[in-house]
């Protein structure tokens, strides 16, 4: 054998390679059909594994066949000075070499995939860019763009003839190769063709990719701009092997190193197409992120199972899912419980759940899997795949929830370690900084990549979990069976849908700012939960140890609105523009929908996409529609319309419709509080927490939240009093517009960071910060005037007796506050500013957010000392709000104004 | 001589054959290319969407305006079909558009193909002229 191969350099076995192509290539024709390749070829997989077999070796002869007839060139070469064919036999080989690699390629091509498609364009361009014949040659070589036709004539007759006759005319006439070669070719493809499958891709995964001998000329297409100039590349090839073949002395020399400098170069871009470039033929390091799935992928390769894990005729009668048969179905063919365009029959399991579809057993099927699609690490690989929610999935990273910027950019800042708290910031590039172990050990754990990974419904213990956060719903069915699933195939599948309710968002935002419990009428207490007292509705424990006391609802909620009536998918997913806080990411305002004069509408043609599908789901036939516009960022609100000039919120999950009043007339009609947000009076009340307290212990067990893993050493907070009150008044300051906002004590606090042992600063911060707030606690009712006008908590003096008393025809207001005086900055404990003072600097968990200035506070002292006398109601009072100086100068002498040192 | 004259001449002769296939081979195909492409396609226009991608068209709606592209890269012709941050990329080499089809980062360096179409009288479909 060794001996022969010294004579015959490998094309014996080459042509032992061709014969087995050649009876493969028949054996194939029967189960393929060139109208639907791609099917035939996934049916051929899923549904019959024999089939699959022959497929495999028709692949691996035809590779070996390629490799065997490159190497038994190089051989020629090697052991030849001169070979000196005669220069129409050397012509005819040249052109043969071409031809092997069209054969190849159109073998690619027939599979029907993505990658094929794309390969198929290719050549089809770089065709038609041939000078004169272009056109014509694309088409007699493809044929047209919707048929495969052609392209299966070419490959199993044109260029196949042509090698045989090129082949057999070279080798002097020798048709037949040894027998010795021949069986052991078989053989040896036989176990290759059983052990690793031929490729097929998924049509899901973004890397397309050429066959591996033309990788390193994608390489090159890449590098220019004119590909055109690669077809002289060709020539020039085809011209070396041609002189090589048949010219004498320094040409062969010149011919033969070119060739070889050549083929050095092309197996480094091969190295690099192959190993080195994942989706958009973007450079991929292995230790890159999602190396695996972009660059790896394309050498999934199953072994075939010729007694398949599930019965074939599940496997044949399972649904076409997009263009292709998957093996997923096979088994998982009762799954039942998605909405209809998540069903199997529709998308599948692999476009949510990866793995391989083209595997036929389970440990192959499954390897690679996503077992909870959704997260954000691998939620382009799912969600965000291109037939599915590409956009939605590329922003939702740049939202708020996903990057939790305000959260870490106020803490830096309460840290002293920033100046400001309004820095963009994000949960992914947390330092060791104290703030930022802070955050790691107390904080994080709530922002949407954080993974889910373990099934099983979303509830109140639920952070993060990227798309499933908010879209995933567990039907009783689903939970039983998932409580009973062990090692079984599990049929009830959870659902996944704009079905999103309160307890979706609860997890979350029951916490810090505690949104949902406000919203939902419940305020967290300080008790412990066994002093909870039992059976009393009035009280609710959360998470098993956190213990809520009843409180006044949401207007909205008391209506049946939940969270995502109002917040719609570019507030709640984000818009693609990175937000430092909340109020900026937020989109919709009360006067959207509570509006006064005209509506802002849009009709539902001109929706974008995303709403429009969202409309169309939620309230069936939307053509005709009118919708709510946002004043913000021009959104549509799709739970709201208008019918006859009036307009209506129906709320998404439950159905309820409601007409939506306009503001008060008394909100309205005048200027005096046209500067007034609406929740500062419509809201009644807001969390408060004073006296809080920060240290570092190194031995408390504690946890980091980005790793998910217990460590010892962490931040300790020790909270002071949690208290429900009416909010405090504030001011923003954006542009020339100012506005009067509800605020609250949000940080009034010590941290210790001489205890955190990475931090040279030795320093205890005390910080007196009060934070604007979105309380969600909205009454129909505005708070009374007095609630403003004569009390000291909405002035920010905190709690305390506010008085105006009047002696010797002098009216004065003061002040006796009700907590001590703190020693740090000599205000009481809960005040943001002292009596008839305001502070500058660092007064806020926004920049751009203060007290109200001495002025204001006079001016609002000066209407509460009329309300001392005065009721609201009255005809004086109401007449205070068209013309306040008016009423003043026409003021009896027994009222005496305010007077100010 | 005549042995000569006879090579050279049958040498012509398989020269001009050839010449007279390839000639026959241009111009059927070409004729064959005429017939078969002449078609129009019609597309449902989603005026939503602010890209659709279809097959062989890319449909943008931008400003109130309707634009179709051909889906084809035009550096090697790859079949565009994914948007990455607001622009159209190419799966192949990476090739980047705008949404008016101006090429923003190569290997390809022309703009993709604007193809002619007209909006349907209802605005529910896009006739395309390919």
Redesign the interface.
Known sequence: MAKKNDKTTFGTLAVAMFWLVILSGILLAVPFNVESPYLSVSSMIVTNPWAALIRNYHYWSSQFFLIFSLIHLYDHFHYKENIGLKKGLAFRLSIGVLIIFLAMITGFLLKGD?DS??AR??L???AERVPL?G??LA??LLG??ESYQLIYVHHIATFTVFIAVIMIEHSRRKYWPPVLDFVASAIGVMVFSYLFSAPLHDNLN???KGPWYFVGF?EI???????AWSLLLFLVILVLLYLVNSAKGKTVFLSKRSLLVFTAFYLVLTVIGLFFRG????WKNPWQENYSYEVLNNFKSPIVKLTPEFDLGTAIASPVIQGRKESCLACHSETHGLTDSHSPEAIGCVSCHGGNPFATGKNQSHNNMILIPGNLATAPQSCGT?QCH??IV?RVPTGLMATLSGMISVDRFVFNEQDNPDELANVHHLGNSAADEHLRNLCVRCHLGNPKTEYGPVDESSRGGGCLACHLNYSPEAEIALALAKDSIVNAHPSVSLAISNNHCFGCHSRSGRISTSYEGWHETTIEARQMPQNDTNYRLIEGERVFVKKQQDVHHELGMECIDCHHSYEVMGD?TLYTHQENQADVQCIDCHFDGVAKTIKA?????E??IIAALRLGNISDKEFLVTGKRNHALVNTFVENDTAFLQTKNSKIKMVLTRPAEVCTRSNVHSDLACSSCHSSWVPTCIGCHNEYDPNEPSYNMVANQEQTGGWVEFFGEYEAKLPSLGMRTEGEKTEVIPVAPGMIMTIDKSTYTDDADNSTIFHRLYAPVAPHTTTKEGRDCKSCHNSSLALGYGEGKLEYKITNGKGKWSFSPLYQRDVNDGLPADAWIDFLQTRTGKVATRSNVSPLSVEQQQAILTVGACLTCHDEDSKIMQATLNDFERQLQKRSSACILPEWE | METKNRRVFLKVATAGLLAFF?FI??KL??N??AT?NSQEATLPL?????VQFFD?FIIVNSDNKTTVFSS?CS?????I??????KL??????SEYDLDGNVIK????KNLTMVNSTISED?KSIIIKG
Not at chain 1, 221 to 227: F, I, M, V
Not at chain 1, 279 to 282: D, H, L, T, Y
Not at chain 2, 46 to 50: M, R, S
Not at chain 2, 81 to 86: I, L, N, Q, R, S
């Open positions: 993505s498609e794309q364009q290719i089809q361009t770089l014949i056109e014509s088409f007699s047209h763009p973004p890397a397309v994608q297409l890449h590098w220019l701009s004119h590909p989706e958009r033929w973007q291109t590409p956009e590329e693609g043609e001109n929706l974008d996409n709403s429009a | 390839v081979w241009n195909t070409l064959h290319i078969s989603n005026k939503n969407k602010e062989r084809h550096h090697l012709g790859c079949k079909d994914k948007m990455a941050e607001g990329v190419c799966p192949c080499h990476g190569g290997p390809a360096y605005g």
